[in-house]
């Protein structure tokens, strides 16, 4: 059967661009459908959507949008559009792979509904700002991004060989199938962290043996909001959340900040889960320069030249505290707590540069004052990356999932 890349942009300034876009995926022996989320000017080429059913997916007026006085709405209208009609596409098995070119609004319109996609299906972006920090087009979804280089305006003797190498991008993800397996285990969810590896590791390997596969996802921010998504999108039936380090970052604002909602998909998705307070004695800033003035006489640890660490306090492990007890309250499936009572990390161990039992304690008691009757919280006097401790995680996932 043959595949379809759905081609997704402004027709009427860049319909040029994207029918050279559409000729050479074609001519590579593969179908095009094209979606045209233009506003204001005649489309350069007859779409197989077109803006009017695009709008119309939004439930707007593209003669109201279409006055150039209300471009703000317009970008709103045509992303939410644009997505209903990609999902449906891809729910209809119309959509293999998708592809997008433009500026910045064209890119947030664009990724908008690539975003809508599961995690797997190709996804191409040539857009101006490919170069730089996408995170906030990207999410937590695998888009490609290819910087355009020069503006996606007209075709030129530079935008004509990034154009030809993005269309044989997505024809080349598209035509290639995934290696498949018949070892489709259960997938269970893991944070993890430099300072929590040797405890991940060793929980990961009992998991495994017991036939299920375990994603680690590191607790960079980003890290910890794919893992969230992924729940939310149902590929996991366990998460091991054993690194909540990402929690000290929304507290102190540091740069691995998950947000207010990280560890709050699997307790709303009923996903049996094991949260355990590793890393919370760390907020993570970017080199020794960037932290902020009021943290500079605190006990601050250059973990690499890129990277500072800033010790938690007892004030800040008592908000986080409430926010893992909130998580946990929140949980409409299986959920336990585990309390490393010597240490949550590998500098927070007896001698080491985090060593502070009073700021733990601070947090393991705001946990404990403000769990609700009935969730279990074991307590044990390991360090995190103790064998013992990373065991009893592993061994107490598994009685749940069972």
């Not at 001519?27 to 204001?40: I, S």
Request: overall charge negative.
């Amino acid at each position: 059967m043959a595949k379809t890349v759905v081609i997704i942009g402004a027709l009427d300034t860049k319909g040029d661009e994207f029918a050279f876009v559409k000729n050479l995926i074609e001519h590579a022996g593969v179908q095009t459908l094209v979606v045209d989320f233009g506003v204001m000017g005649a489309p350069a080429f007859a779409p197989d959507i077109t803006r009017e059913e695009v709008v119309a997916a939004a439930g707007g007026d593209l003669n109201y949008l279409a006055s150039g006085d209300h471009k703000d709405e317009a970008m709103q209208a045509m992303a939410k559009g644009l997505a209903n009609v990609v999902r449906g596409l891809y729910d209809d098995g119309r959509l293999d792979g998708i592809i997008g070119m433009g500026g910045t609004g064209g890119t947030s319109i664009a990724t908008a509904a690539m975003r809508t996609l599961p995690v797997g299906v190709p996804k191409v972006m040539v857009s101006t700002v490919g170069g730089g920090n996408v995170s906030a087009y990207a999410g937590t979804r695998d888009i490609t991004f290819m910087p355009s280089i020069v503006d996606v305006a007209g075709i030129n003797s530079i935008s004509r060989r990034i154009y030809t190498n993005a269309a044989g991008a997505i024809v080349g993800m598209v035509l290639t199938e995934s290696t498949q397996t018949t070892d489709e285990r259960p997938l269970i969810a893991a944070s993890m962290f430099g300072n929590t590896t040797t405890a991940v590791d060793h929980a990961r390997g009992i998991l495994e043996n017991k036939g299920y596969e375990v994603l680690v996802f590191h607790a960079t921010g980003i890290g910890g909001k794919t893992m969230e998504s992924l729940i939310s999108d149902g590929y996991i039936v366990g998460s091991f959340d054993l690194t909540t380090t990402e929690l000290a970052d929304t507290v102190c604002g540091g740069v691995f900040d998950a947000g207010p909602e990280r560890m709050m998909a699997a307790s709303r998705a009923g996903v049996p889960a094991v949260i355990v307070p590793g890393c919370v004695d760390m907020a993570n800033f970017g080199g020794i320069d960037t932290v902020p003035e009021k943290y500079r006489n605190r006990n601050l640890y250059q973990w690499n030249p890129d990277i500072t660490l800033l010790r938690t306090n007892v004030e800040e492990n008592q908000q986080m505290g409430k926010m893992i007890a909130a998580a946990a309250n929140a949980a409409t499936a299986p959920v336990t707590i585990l309390l490393p009572l010597k240490g949550v990390s590998m500098l927070d161990s007896e001698g080491g540069r985090f060593w502070d039992p009073e700021a733990d304690k601070a947090c393991f008691d705001a946990i404990k004052q403000n769990l609700k009757d009935g969730v279990p919280i074991i307590e044990m006097d390991n360090n995190i990356n103790d064998p013992e401790f990373s065991g009893k995680v592993a061994q107490t996932l598994l009685e749940m999932l069972s």
